[in-house]
């Protein structure tokens, strides 16, 4: 009370200790935030960080949930709410490690790239303490929207970097974070564990099914491209006359070959099996299985495709998709041959 009552004395005297109040904090958490990425860039997230944080976080969302109607019962309004602002800190951090390593792995203008823009608005979210009370605070089915996506972002990064192959580590990321929702499916203890439990499975059932078909829209963190690049030919694992940005029709016609050449970083222990989809114009021309990425290499595991089956007209707009083994897009190659 005493407290209380110097601090409505402070904001009276200066106006301006009000807005520090509400947005001091917020400032501070971003900035640190900022920080944390200038220090992890693109680089990842060690796993027994990731697992502490999330250890931490479904502890006290558990707890809460459990506890909070009690907790309010007895008058104990600000012991609920210096959880749920430990809770929402927990989120905060728990994106942000996370979001170098899928920043690193999504390919801009394409569908993963959804992903990526998610766990960034879900890191500034949870900075922004008015915002987040507003949005958050009145929506109880968005605080575990959101402590489910956290669990599944960080989960999808830190499994493979135990060696668990990416498209399972998304299954079992989506079942997990389903399941890390049991408290909450229990509704302050009107549900028994038995029924909770029963749903939770239900929805980490559904989750797995959903995650599959779309699977394509998450980036296979922690992989991807260091190095892309269109050639001639590869030779002693180096490009021969690397394509920059076009070349002309009548050269590649001279050459009867061209090769895209990728380098793909995996972490340590961790073998994925990819392929290369080469389009013409947007229309798929060939889809190229390639030895299986192996991991540990800082500058990437590197392997390439060559197609000599080329055919007039040779001019157009080239892509190539870089894919997982479950058509992931790790990265993109482009390159334009022009008339």
Do not use: K
Request: proline residues 6%.
């Amino acid at each position: 009370m005493m407290a209380g009552a110097l601090w409505l004395r402070l904001i009276t005297r200066w106006p301006r200790l009000h807005w520090l109040g509400t947005w001091g904090i917020s400032l501070g958490s971003l900035v640190l935030g900022l920080l944390t990425l200038f220090v992890f860039r693109r680089g990842l997230p060690h796993v027994g960080w990731v697992a502490g944080y999330l250890l931490l976080l479904w502890f006290l969302f558990a707890a809460l949930a459990e506890l909070e109607a009690t907790l309010r019962e007895q008058g104990r309004d600000r012991l609920v709410g210096a959880g749920a602002y430990a809770i929402q800190s927990l989120y905060h951090g728990v994106l942000l490690f996370v979001l170098p390593a899928y920043y690193a792995a999504t390919t801009l203008g394409s569908g993963n790239v959804f992903f990526l823009v998610a766990v960034a608005g879900g890191a500034l979210l949870t900075a922004v303490d008015p915002l987040y009370r507003r949005l958050v605070g009145p929506r109880p089915w968005l605080g575990r929207a959101l402590l489910a996506f956290s669990i599944f972002a960080a989960l999808n990064v830190a499994l493979p970097l135990v060696g668990l192959p990416p498209i399972l580590a998304l299954e079992m990321s989506a079942v997990l974070a389903m399941v890390a929702l049991l408290p909450a499916f229990r509704r302050h203890g009107t549900v028994g564990w038995t029924r909770a439990f029963g749903r939770a499975l239900i929805c980490a059932g559904l989750a797995a099914i959903l995650v599959w078909f779309a699977r394509g829209l998450v980036p296979p963190a922690p992989l991807f491209i260091t190095r892309a690049v269109a050639a001639r030919t590869v030779h002693m694992l180096e490009p021969v006359d690397a394509i920059d940005g076009s070349i002309p029709a009548a050269t590649v016609a001279e050459w009867g070959e061209l090769a895209a050449y990728t380098a793909v970083y995996a972490p340590g222990e961790l073998q994925q099996g990819i392929a290369h989809v080469w389009s013409r114009n947007g229309a798929v021309v060939a889809r190229i299985p390639l030895s299986p990425v192996r991991g540990g290499r800082a500058e990437g595991f590197r392997t390439w495709s060559r197609r000599t089956d080329l055919r007039p007209p040779l001019a157009g707009r080239y892509r190539v998709d870089v894919v997982t083994a479950s058509d992931q897009l790790i990265g993109r190659l482009r390159f334009a041959v022009t008339p």
